[in-house]
């Protein structure tokens, strides 16, 4: 089983909607769970920390299922701006992405 | 806060050459840096964790005599790609985490390696 799983897409979401994904990891005993945002041939850049009790940052919250071993990522209210690719990472002594979600916004 | 520079952004070499990418922290001291590759339309793989002061952890299947890690202080790390080949070309980034940070880590602007 890989270590970090996503499902890549693309989500091609309306503006205006709201989309949400998983990603799943293998190691439970992971404590540092994270969100990024990838951009077409550039670096990742932080989006957001997960925790436990779960976190929101404007249109974006994020959740942690310990129990079922993933954190997901919503979007509300889409923009064309957040057309990108979204890495989940997550690890203690060292940072595992996986593939990414790419989603794709549509006027 | 939080800055790491990556140096080149881009560099084209001869096969069988060697090409040194450096790693900075501007505004931290990284005790941690990691060295992660990816391919076009691929997720970002890690290659390695560089520890200041000791030897690099490798991931499995990477190949450390190939990709010689440095980590000599508290503030840069460099990746040099030993004897390229055509498909070594891709995008080396490096993240950076300093003690005590919890907010996640900083990655570089990445190296586009291109071995002709």
């Known amino acids: 089983r890989k270590e970090v799983e996503q499902d890549p897409g693309p989500f091609n979401v309306p503006e205006g909607a709201t989309v949400a994904f998983n990603c799943t990891y293998s190691?439970?005993?992971?404590?540092?769970f994270f969100w990024y945002r990838q951009d077409c041939r550039k670096e990742p850049k932080l989006l957001m920390s997960v925790y436990s009790s779960g976190n929101e940052d404007g249109r974006f919250t994020a959740q942690l299922n310990r129990a079922s071993q993933y954190i997901s990522l919503l979007i509300r209210d889409s923009k064309l701006s957040d057309s990108a690719t979204y890495l989940c990472g997550y690890g203690n002594n060292r940072l595992a992405f996986g593939k990414g979600n790419q989603v794709v916004v549509i006027p | 806060g939080a800055v790491v520079s990556q140096h080149p952004s881009r560099v084209i070499c001869k096969s069988g050459t060697s090409v040194k990418i450096e790693c900075r922290s501007l505004?931290?001291?990284?005790?941690?840096m990691f060295w992660y590759r990816q391919f076009p339309k691929q997720s970002l793989m890690l290659m390695a964790t560089s520890n200041e002061g000791s030897k690099a952890t490798y991931e499995q299947g990477v190949e450390k005599d190939k990709f010689l890690i440095n980590h000599a202080s508290l503030t840069l790390s460099t990746l040099t790609v030993t004897s390229a080949h055509p498909e070594d070309s891709s995008f080396y980034i490096c993240?950076?985490?300093?003690?005590?940070?919890?907010?996640?880590?900083?990655f570089g602007s990445g190296t586009r390696l291109t071995v002709v």
């Open positions: 190691n439970s005993a992971s404590q540092s």
């Open positions: 993240s950076a985490r300093g003690q005590g940070m919890t907010y996640g880590y900083t």
């Open positions: 505004d931290f001291q990284a005790t941690t």
